[in-house]
């Protein structure tokens, strides 16, 4: 059973295109929701969202989360080939430090 | 400077044969876990620790044993590897307060 469902499974786009990655979830009781891009070895850590309408945002990367809809955005503005990579998206459950991480969204840009 | 250490980076073995992987942070996080990773499957939690001997399971614990003695060390063993063990595997941790994880460089293990 996926709690945390990451959509599109993969993308491919040019440089300098904008793309919107998905995360959708059913767990209603969470802590965080977190975002991270995976390119060659270890996740790194991009957002932490926990309330619902602010927007965070770093550079060309910005991200929100609605907890009335479940779901949260991931904004690449501007792409460039350095964001290449894997996202994943991951919950921080209620109780304890686990985080649920969806399958991720490979993102290919290409020049 | 702060960092996750995981030793070894690449690791061939051979089923049955007892192996250690290393972790090691220089940031006095009281929690740490161990993930591994799997095609199609995404990241999935083994065992977390949230202090000094206090360890537990994650989602997928079965043929793996942890400790956690002191703090800076978070070993994961597989007492008898088995192919379906072979997968990436990331130490993470992060402090009590609200903060992200910080993931290690991760060990790619091959039972053969």
């Known amino acids: 059973e996926d709690k945390v469902v990451q959509s599109p499974l993969s993308l491919v786009v040019h440089e300098g295109d904008t793309v919107t990655l998905n995360c959708s979830y059913e767990?209603?009781?969470?802590?965080?929701l977190l975002w991270y891009k995976q390119e060659k070895k270890a996740p790194t850590f991009l957002f932490m969202l926990t309330s619902s309408g602010i927007e965070k945002k770093s550079g060309r990367l910005s991200s929100i989360l609605d907890k009335k809809e479940l779901f949260s955005i991931l904004n690449i503005t501007a792409t460039q080939t350095g964001d290449s990579a894997i996202y994943l998206c991951?919950?921080?459950?209620?109780?304890?430090?686990?985080?649920?991480f969806g399958k991720g969204t490979s993102l290919l840009v290409t020049p | 400077e702060a960092q996750v250490t995981q030793n070894p980076r690449y690791l061939i073995t051979v089923t049955g044969k007892k192996l250690t992987v290393t972790c090691s942070q220089n940031m006095n996080h009281e929690y740490m876990s161990w993930y591994r990773q799997d095609p199609g499957l995404g990241l999935r939690q083994i065992y977390y620790?949230?202090?000094?001997?206090?360890?537990d399971k994650g989602d997928v614990p079965e043929g793996y044993k942890v400790s956690r003695k002191e703090k800076r060390n978070f070993p994961l063993i597989l007492e008898s590897p088995s192919p379906n063990q072979t997968s990436l595997y990331f130490c993470?941790?992060?402090?009590?307060?609200?903060?992200?994880?910080?993931f290690g460089s991760g060990t790619r293990l091959t039972v053969v």
């Open positions: 993470a941790t992060r402090p009590h307060s609200n903060y992200g994880y910080t």
């Open positions: 620790s949230m202090n000094v001997e206090v360890t």
């Open positions: 767990v209603t009781n969470f802590r965080s």
């Open positions: 991951a919950l921080r459950r209620d109780s304890g430090y686990a985080l649920n």
